[in-house]
């Protein structure tokens, strides 16, 4: 991706300007003489901890890709292209794209040709380094390769060794599971605890001893009987795996992720979750052609690993009723999060499913300790439908959001989980009965403490309709701006803001702090009030921007550095209203048409400090200038509130 020239270097003056110059890369050239006329030039970059530089070649919409120009004196050729280390691509959290690049110390590598006797070869590399955070502007470096002053003999000369993915782990200091990590690990417990509710279906539960007592019956020993329940259970892995893998190679490791905002994906979606939730309450039941299981059955009874793969796939089918909605939920939450989550998904959830038909025909006595089937599988079925409507309404709000028709404002939102979660509390007290279910005696101890937990947590929203926060399922509801009554009501009013009048261009936004969603009007009020400008990349549809607004933004001396020394300027980069005809244009960066304000804000973004992720914080001068280095999230109140209070400082 190229930058405008002038963004270049009204960029590269600013940061020049400021008490801290953020310059985490070295350089160092090197020859090697190969043979007679032979020569390898390296260009070796060391890198300071946990920043990172981009391969030679990146995938469209990425960052920069490293480039190295050399200027060749006559009588020296190039030998083929310029090498970096062969490794592979992996998961960059600022683009949302698998890419290749090198922590602490890469070489980038070309040979040439000469019979001179000396040279010198001047060269310009071209480059961009970035942490797990944001982006340094694009920069480049003049070198040089001077023969015979700094030629490495080869016999004296030192392997150099390339730190990669391979190695990342040398020389780094913090020890903590990346941010990946713990979202692909979070996914993978929720989908277990998924799959275990599954189990507990009545489409699931009651084939445990029957698929078992088949397993163990039918082998002509025990230790036979245990090996084909275990590949039974392997089989329903393998099976699950799979759907996940498909599902992830039809649309795309990273294709899935950019849906996350798109509003036919969410419209979708939210269908798709109602259809699942009323056929979990009751109304219908959703099954697979008959077909698929009578010829899953077929395959089933024959031996060996075709009759167990077979076995396996029988339930899916069968189960599907029980089973869809929970994986198809899984699946959205993962298409939403994209790379390989799905994959991951249903590996846990496949995971939960296996283990009891693998563990009861190790300990086949366990059969006798399991809760007879009954009507409490129907509650377990019925309670994850409200859960599924729950959950649909997020996506339904996403699109609203996204296409700002406040047609799903934030007190109808938590009014209808409200509804929702007092619907489920009423059922699990036994007062509010579905026609499908069996007549009941009363209610165990634990449906009742269940009962009690939904019924507190349906009292902890309520508060919500008034104004407070509800930090507890923050990212969730739209934010408190969205709203028919932005300033809250009564006692649990959120205005702080003691000012009776608006800016021209400006808006109440979260935390009735006055916000420009202009970049030219906020910048225009900071020049006339003399005060610095807070950058807000964000998106209507972004869960960790409305996470930092939530969490840090309403913390007291947080608020008061945003709500009195410094001008807002939110910016949302999914904003899908169209900009007037005149106003669109080709982007620079990226090469794409722009045609709506979100673009616009995301093409400013990416033209000017090299980021595409949400949230982006960066701080600048009435010059526009940045004041010191952007950040991006940063749930930690003390970091955020600091580098807040740092950059107003120097700016003073």
Not at 485 to 506: C, R
Request: some cysteine; charged content about 15%; hydrophobic content about 45%.
């Amino acid at each position: 991706m190229l930058r405008n020239l002038l963004l270049i270097i009204v960029f590269s003056i600013s940061l020049l300007s400021q008490a801290q110059i953020y310059d985490p890369v070295s350089w160092k050239t090197s020859i090697e003489k190969k043979d007679h006329e032979t020569y390898l030039l390296s260009i070796t970059a060391t890198l300071e901890p946990e920043w990172k530089i981009y391969g030679l070649q990146v995938p469209k919409g990425g960052p920069l890709a490293t480039e190295i120009q050399f200027e060749l004196p006559n009588g020296i050729t190039l030998e083929g292209n310029t090498t970096q280390p062969e490794i592979d691509s992996h998961w960059d959290p600022i683009f949302q794209m698998n890419i290749t690049s090198f922590k602490n110390k890469v070489s980038f590598s070309q040979i040439i040709r000469t019979s001179l006797s000396s040279f010198d070869i001047p060269a310009t590399i071209s480059f961009m380094v970035c942490n797990d955070q944001n982006c340094l502007p694009p920069t480049q470096e003049n070198l040089h390769f001077s023969f015979p002053n700094n030629l490495k003999n080869s016999n004296t000369s030192k392997t150099f060794t390339i730190s990669s993915s391979n190695d990342e782990t040398k020389n780094v200091t913090n020890t903590s599971i990346p941010k990946k990590d713990r979202g692909v690990w979070s996914l993978f417990f929720i989908s277990f605890l998924s799959g275990f509710a599954a189990l507990l279906t009545p489409c699931v539960f009651p084939m445990i001893p029957l698929t078992v007592s088949f397993f163990t019956k039918q082998s002509k020993t025990k230790a036979k009987g245990i090996q084909n329940a275990v590949a039974y259970g392997v089989s329903i892995i393998l099976l699950y795996v799979l759907l996940g893998t498909i599902v992830t190679s039809i649309f795309g490791a990273d294709a899935l992720n950019a849906l996350s905002t798109n509003v036919w994906f969410n419209l979708i979606f939210f269908s798709i979750l109602i259809l699942f939730a009323i056929s979990f309450l009751g109304a219908f039941e959703i099954r697979l052609p008959q077909r698929w299981s009578n010829a899953a059955d077929r395959q089933s009874q024959k031996k060996g690993i075709i009759g167990i793969l077979g076995m396996a796939l029988a339930l899916a089918i069968v189960s599907f009723s029980c089973t869809g909605p929970i994986v198809g939920t899984l699946l959205v939450e993962a298409a939403s999060k994209g790379g390989t989550a799905p994959i991951i998904g249903m590996l846990g959830f496949s995971l939960a499913i296996a283990l009891p038909f693998s563990l009861f025909a190790i300990f086949p006595g366990w059969l006798q300790s399991l809760p007879k089937s009954g009507g409490w599988m129907q509650s377990v079925k019925i309670t994850l439908g409200f859960l599924e409507l729950a959950l649909a309404l997020k996506f339904l709000s996403n699109a609203d959001m996204v296409l700002q028709l406040h047609l799903l404002e934030r007190e109808l939102f938590l009014a209808l989980w409200i509804g929702i979660f007092l619907a489920l509390t009423l059922y699990l007290f036994g007062i509010l009965k579905f026609s499908n279910e069996a007549p009941s005696l009363g209610i165990g101890t634990g449906r009742a403490l269940l009962a009690t937990l939904v019924l507190s947590f349906t009292m902890y929203l309520i508060p919500g309709l008034w104004g407070a926060p509800i930090k507890l399922i923050s990212g969730f509801p739209p934010p408190a701006n969205y709203s028919e009554s932005p300033q809250g009501i009564g006692p649990l009013s959120m205005n702080h803001n003691t000012s009776s009048w608006l800016p021209e261009g400006a808006v109440y936004g979260t935390h009735q702090l006055v916000t420009f969603k202009n970049y030219d009007e906020g910048l225009a009020y900071a020049k006339k009030i003399k005060k610095p400008i807070l950058l807000d990349f964000t998106g209507y549809a972004c869960v960790n921007c409305r996470k930092m607004e939530e969490k840090v933004w309403a913390d007291p001396k947080v608020l008061k550095l945003l709500n009195e020394s410094v001008v807002l300027i939110s910016l949302y980069v999914d904003d899908k209203r169209e900009l007037p005809i005149d106003e669109q244009y080709v982007s620079r960066a990226t090469g794409k048409q722009i045609k709506t304000i979100g673009q616009k804000w995301s093409d400013f973004q990416i033209s000017n400090y090299k980021a595409n992720a949400q949230p982006l914080y960066v701080l600048l001068d009435l010059n526009e200038k940045i004041i010191h280095q952007p950040i991006a999230y940063t749930p930690e109140i003390s970091t955020y509130y600091n580098w807040l209070l740092k950059g107003i400082q120097d700016f003073k």
